[in-house]
């Protein structure tokens, strides 16, 4: 199949496009700098094209160049930007019109679950996530197939980093009321899974909750894998009282993952976030060796190797040398300092040589 990835650059969608390739297909990928890609392995054997889903004009103008799309993976989201709400919602619908217009068959959609109740009731993140999925769907465009997904583990994703960081940085951790809530984490190797397998025609256009095999899981449950991983002792303190807002602004000023961006995901966690429903588990074989458990996925993800380019990665849950360079913790960020640093007098000394030798 020939398929375009949108948010190609981003922790899932790198790693998507690494899965597509080895599956066969012909993978375009966009980005507002198609020259900003180069540092991702894939680079040479994709077509990268130029797309500002936030214009109008530009979806219209990068799928007519595309060629013959048979579907279209929408990983585009402005979560830590100012009016992110406002801007994904349009943004979707310019390429949700661009795709109607240049004929592709599906839109597939990863966002996050959909509580129960009043939407308007929700997080700005867990609102936009939804009204996103709701601009896709056109009554004459592509059919949709929306993957909902809450926590997704795996080393250099953002709501792991964030829980790594406080585990990391703090002796004695605060636990409000609702981390008792329940939540159904994902690996991001299961994630991709579902992603690549859903392209296909043959599986019903419709929204669809994807989850690990983990069954009665709560946020908390990732906090006590990850320091039953890292084997460091924490006192962990009942604070029923502090609401979501007053932790997401204190974690914000504590991790060092781009305060905006944690101030938006943390302000969400007061709503449960598990399952509704798992009918993709009929239509979609599991992987082989079956869905990754929870503690396997924060394992590999605190055990991870020194970066290295996104398509070599003995495991989806490592970190790559494209991920964010705060990702990682503190003795990665140090190591990743470091090894900047050294290799930038390397080739200082290197040019200095050469200017005297000629």
Not at 104 to 120: K, N, T
Not at 182 to 206: C, E, K, T
Request: hydrophobic letters at 40%; one cysteine or more.
């Amino acid at each position: 199949m020939r398929l375009l990835v949108t948010g190609a650059s981003g922790y899932v969608g790198s790693r998507l496009v690494c899965d597509l390739l080895a599956r066969g297909h012909d993978v375009v990928v966009t980005s507002r700098r198609p020259e900003s890609l180069r540092r991702f392995s894939w680079y040479e054997q994709v077509t990268p094209i130029q797309m500002d889903a936030d214009d109008p004009y530009s979806p219209g103008e990068a799928l007519a160049g595309a060629g013959t799309i048979d579907a279209l993976y929408y990983l585009v989201h402005g979560i830590g930007q100012s009016d992110f709400h406002n801007t994904d919602i349009k943004a979707a619908r310019h390429v949700a019109r661009a795709a109607r217009d240049a004929g592709v068959g599906r839109i597939v959609y990863l966002g996050g679950f959909v509580p129960e109740g009043d939407r308007e009731d929700l997080s700005d993140h867990l609102r936009s996530r939804a009204e996103v999925g709701d601009a896709l769907r056109l009554a004459d465009g592509p059919d949709l197939v929306w993957l909902r997904a809450a926590v997704i583990l795996g080393a250099g994703s953002t709501s792991f980093e964030i829980i790594r960081y406080v585990a990391d940085r703090l002796a004695v951790i605060p636990e409000p009321s609702w981390i008792d809530n329940p939540m159904d984490p994902i690996a991001v190797r299961d994630v991709i899974h579902y992603l690549a397998a859903v392209s296909d025609r043959q599986i019903p256009a419709g929204a669809y909750d994807i989850a690990g095999p983990d069954v009665g899981a709560r946020y908390g449950s990732v906090l006590g894998e990850y320091l039953r991983a890292i084997k460091q002792p924490r006192v962990r303190v009942p604070l029923p009282f502090v609401n979501s807002r007053l932790a997401a602004r204190v974690t914000g000023r504590l991790v060092p993952v781009p305060t905006s961006l944690t101030v938006d995901l943390v302000s969400s966690l007061s709503h449960p976030m598990s399952a509704s429903e798992h009918k993709i588990r009929e239509l979609v074989p599991d992987p082989e060796g079956g869905l990754t458990p929870m503690r396997v996925a924060v394992m590999s993800s605190v055990h991870t190797n020194a970066p290295r380019p996104v398509c070599e990665l003995a495991d989806p849950h490592h970190l790559a040398d494209t991920d964010p360079q705060w990702a990682g913790g503190d003795m990665m960020r140090a190591w990743r300092r470091v090894g900047s640093v050294v290799g930038a007098t390397a080739g200082g000394v290197r040019g200095v040589v050469s200017l005297l030798t000629g």
